[in-house]
């Protein structure tokens, strides 16, 4: 088995900045590459940023230059650093990894369970 572990999410001033962590655990055998998706209230759920095992990363427009990813192999987790925080960033923000487990070929996408950002005016 597998799992996610989002941390870091909370209430924040527009302006702000939080960081948020996401650590996979358990049964694996590769993690390649990891990301964070968000979803809003009545919206749907869309993607904020990816990096690959190499740590090249891509971002969606709305938070380039404001957020960034990263990761650390040796831990098994990914990051993302927010910054200038607006309120249109408020969401569930939910970790991405691709993974292979023990005794597994493929690999197969798996989800945190999300942490909730949430950006005042």
């Known amino acids: 088995q597998v799992q996610l572990v989002e941390s870091g999410g909370g209430l924040v001033q527009a302006g702000g900045s939080l960081r948020l962590s996401c650590v996979a655990s358990?049964?694996?055998?590769?993690?390649?590459?990891m990301g964070w998706y968000r979803q809003a209230p009545g919206k749907q759920r869309e993607l904020v940023a990816t990096?690959?095992?190499?740590?090249?990363?891509s971002y969606a427009d709305l938070v380039k230059g404001r957020f960034t990813i990263s990761r650390d192999n040796s831990k098994n987790t990914v990051y993302l650093q927010m910054n200038s925080l607006e309120p249109e960033d408020t969401a569930v923000y939910y970790c991405?990894?691709?993974?292979?487990?023990?005794?597994?070929?493929?690999?197969?996408?798996?989800w945190g369970q999300g942490t909730q950002v949430t950006v005042s005016s």
């Open positions: 358990g049964s694996i055998f590769r993690v390649n590459a």
């Open positions: 990096i690959t095992s190499g740590g090249a990363t």
């Open positions: 991405t990894a691709d993974i292979i487990r023990l005794g597994a070929v493929y690999a197969y996408l798996h």
